[in-house]
C-alpha cells in the first residue's frame, strides 16, 4: 500500500499550530508545510488537531486494516490504497485518514495528486481506527468526509472491537452478513470479516478479501474500471 509522503518547504516565519486554532484548508496547509513530517496535525471542520502517540491496539489493527485493503487493490486494476496520507479534502479540512482506498482518475475516480503529490478531493472509501465509538472519528470527522463526498466510511473502534461501515450516499450504515462478514458496495469484492480484525486474525481477514475477490460482482467491477479507462 502506498505510504504517502510530506514534502517541506524552507522554513518562513509563519505562526506555529495548536490544538483548537480555527482557519481554512488553505492558512493551514502554508503553515503545517515547514514543519517536519514526523510532527502532525489534522484540519478537521476548520479546527486543527494535533496527533498524539498512538497505543499498540490501534497500530495493530491499524496494519491488519491495511493488509486487507492493499489486498484488495493488488487484484483491481485502477484502484489504490494508501496509509495515512495527507488529504486535502476541503475548505476547512486536511485529514490524516488512517487508510484508504481509491479508484485512479484516469478510471474515472474523483480524486487527484496535485503537483506537490498531495491527494485533492475526496477518495472513494477512507477508513480510520478510533479509540471508542466517542472519539472524534466517529463523529467530526465522519461529517467532513461526508461534505467532501466520500462514499464509504468505514471505523474500527478498538475499546468496543466494533465495525461500523458507512455509506454515505444512502445515508445508511452497512451491516454484516450472518457470519460477521462486511461486503462494500462501492468496491464491489471488498470483504472485511469482522470478528477477524477484532481478533487481528490475519489469515480469516485474507481469507474473506480471497473469497470476495472471487465473486462475480468483483470479475464485473474490473471490467467496469477498464471501460471506463478506455
Known amino acids: 500500500m502506498k505510504a504517502a509522503t510530506k514534502r517541506r518547504t524552507p522554513h518562513a516565519a509563519l505562526p506555529s499550530l495548536h490544538n483548537g486554532d480555527?482557519?481554512?484548508?488553505?492558512?493551514?496547509?502554508?503553515?503545517?508545510?515547514?514543519?517536519?513530517d514526523e510532527i502532525r496535525f489534522e484540519l478537521i471542520g476548520g479546527v486543527v488537531y494535533k496527533a498524539g502517540r498512538v497505543p499498540m491496539g490501534h497500530a495493530t489493527s491499524h496494519a491488519k486494516l491495511s493488509c486487507v485493503l492493499e489486498l484488495y487493490a493488488t487484484y483491481t486494476p485502477g484502484v489504490e490504497g494508501a496509509i495515512s496520507p495527507t488529504v486535502l479534502l476541503g475548505k476547512r479540512s486536511e485529514p490524516h485518514p488512517d487508510v484508504l482506498l481509491r479508484i485512479l482518475p484516469e478510471y474515472d475516480g474523483q480524486a487527484h495528486c496535485n503537483t506537490d503529490d498531495f491527494l485533492v478531493g475526496a477518495p472513494e472509501l477512507v477508513g480510520e481506527i478510533a479509540h471508542s465509538s466517542r472519539a472524534i472519528e466517529m463523529h467530526r470527522k465522519r461529517l467532513d468526509y461526508q461534505a467532501a463526498g466520500v462514499r464509504e466510511y468505514l471505523v474500527f473502534c478498538?475499546?468496543?472491537?466494533?465495525?461500523?461501515?458507512?455509506?454515505?450516499?444512502?445515508?445508511r450504515k452497512?451491516?454484516?452478513?450472518?457470519?460477521?462478514?462486511?461486503?462494500?458496495?462501492?468496491?464491489?469484492?471488498?470483504?472485511i470479516d469482522?470478528?477477524?480484525?477484532?481478533?487481528?486474525?490475519?489469515?480469516?481477514?485474507?481469507?474473506?478479501?480471497?473469497q470476495g475477490l472471487a465473486t462475480p460482482e468483483h470479475a464485473a467491477f474490473v471490467r467496469r474500471l477498464e471501460v471506463a479507462r478506455k
Open 158 to 171: 478498538v475499546e468496543e472491537q466494533e465495525l461500523h461501515w458507512f455509506h454515505f450516499p444512502s445515508g
Open 22 to 36: 480555527h482557519m481554512t484548508q488553505e492558512e493551514f496547509h502554508r503553515r503545517y508545510t515547514p514543519y517536519p
Open 174 to 191: 452497512y451491516k454484516p452478513d450472518r457470519n460477521g462478514v462486511w461486503k462494500s458496495r462501492v468496491f464491489p469484492g471488498l470483504w
Open 194 to 210: 469482522g470478528p477477524a480484525l477484532a481478533a487481528q486474525d490475519t489469515s480469516r481477514l485474507i481469507a474473506a478479501v480471497q
